[in-house]
T-cell receptor, first 114, second 113 residues
């Protein structure tokens, strides 16, 4: 069963506009959530994270929102830039009980058009 | 910078061959992981290790084994390669209980013919 789901395989936006990537999870034990970015022929790199005690975390152009009751998180990129074009993976961890083991979603291919 | 190095970028093997994928990290991380990435399925955890000689099954361990004889090295072994093991394999390492600290290697694209 897919415990972390990204229902949109792809998203296309114009440069300068907002990109919103969504992620849903089913496991109530997850208490830490992360976004990773992956360019072709490279490994994923950490982008931003959020603990379940918060509902928002911001880092420059990137903001992650967490809605625990809906088991939903989203990544907002504002403004979007062509260099943001990549595959974005949502990931979740069940905290100390998991020893930092991450469960990933399917990924969303973001394309930012100039 | 933490570096995770995977020994091969591309590998082509025949069905039934024994295949070794090697991963080395240089920052004294306790945790090491092997994932495979497939279109539409994302990254799925095969095996992980919290310490030398320790290993834990991930979500899809069937057909794979691992070895961690030294802290810096984590090997993934395909005992008898099959075509459904054609995939991108990603190794990662992290400090214990630090999910932010995952560092991935560049991946090995394995094709089994």
């Amino acid at each position: 069963d897919q415990q972390v789901k990204q229902n949109s395989p792809s998203l296309s936006v114009q440069e300068g506009r907002i990109s919103i990537l969504n992620c849903d999870y089913t496991n109530s034990m997850f208490d830490y959530f992360l976004w990773y970015k992956k360019y072709p022929a490279e490994g994923p790199t950490f982008l931003i994270s959020i603990s379940s005690i918060k509902d928002k975390n911001e880092d420059g152009r990137f903001t992650v929102f967490l809605n625990k009751s809906a088991k939903h998180l989203s990544l907002h990129i504002v403004p979007s830039q062509p260099g943001d074009s990549a595959v974005y993976f949502c990931a979740a961890s069940a905290g100390e009980t998991s020893g930092s083991r991450l469960t990933f979603g399917e990924g969303t291919q973001l394309t930012v058009n100039p | 910078d933490v570096k995770v190095t995977q020994s091969s970028r591309y590998l082509v093997k025949r069905t039934g061959e024994k295949v070794f994928l090697e991963c080395v990290q240089d920052m004294d991380h306790e945790n090491m992981f092997w994932y495979r990435q497939d279109p539409g399925l994302g990254l799925r955890l095969i095996y992980f290790s919290y310490d030398v000689k320790m290993k834990e099954k991930g979500d899809i361990p069937e057909g794979y084994s691992v070895s961690r004889e030294k802290k810096e090295r984590f090997s993934l072994i395909l005992e008898s390669a099959s075509t459904n093991q054609t995939s991108m394999y990603l190794c990662a390492s992290s400090l214990f209980a630090d999910p932010n600290g995952y560092t991935f290697g560049s991946g090995t694209r394995l094709t089994v013919v």
